[in-house]
């Protein structure tokens, strides 16, 4: 069974740190592009940041760029996103996505998140003080 399952959410001051963490079960990631997204009450989705499957390309949104680092591990077939300097509007939930067409993969300019085969059901983030 394909399984994306994020993790590593939850309530942190502003200025904190988090890594969310996207296990996968069923597939290996090495081959995926994956994204990550969010979002928040009353908001759209945003696309927060992706890894290309060769890993020559990644996106970060203009809101978390500085601030937020996406990485893999092969070893464990998890991907990450660290989260540092956080603020209260980054609150929301988290989601990860995987994709294994071209189409749905990770662009300089972002990714299309409908595109993505695969979805985990998210982890909430919290910045508050």
């Known amino acids: 069974q394909v399984q994306l399952v994020e993790s590593g959410g939850g309530l942190v001051q502003p200025g904190g740190s988090l890594r969310l963490s996207c296990a996968a079960s069923?597939?290996?990631?090495?081959?995926?592009?994956i994204g990550w997204f969010r979002q928040a009450p009353g908001k759209e989705r945003e696309g927060v940041s992706c890894?290309?499957?060769?890993?020559?390309?990644?996106y970060y949104a203009d809101s978390v760029k500085g601030r937020f680092t996406i990485s893999r591990d092969f070893a464990k077939n998890t991907v990450y996103l660290q989260m540092n300097s956080l603020k209260p509007e980054d609150t929301a939930v988290y989601y990860c996505?995987?994709?294994?067409?071209?189409?749905?993969?990770?662009?300089?300019?972002?990714?299309?998140?409908?595109?993505?085969?695969?979805r985990g059901k998210g982890t909430l983030v919290t910045v508050s003080s």
């Open positions: 069923g597939f290996t990631l090495h081959y995926y592009h």
């Open positions: 996505a995987a994709s294994y067409s071209d189409y749905g993969g990770c662009r300089r300019w972002g990714f299309r998140i409908d595109a993505m085969e695969n």
């Open positions: 890894i290309s499957s060769s890993d020559l390309i990644t």
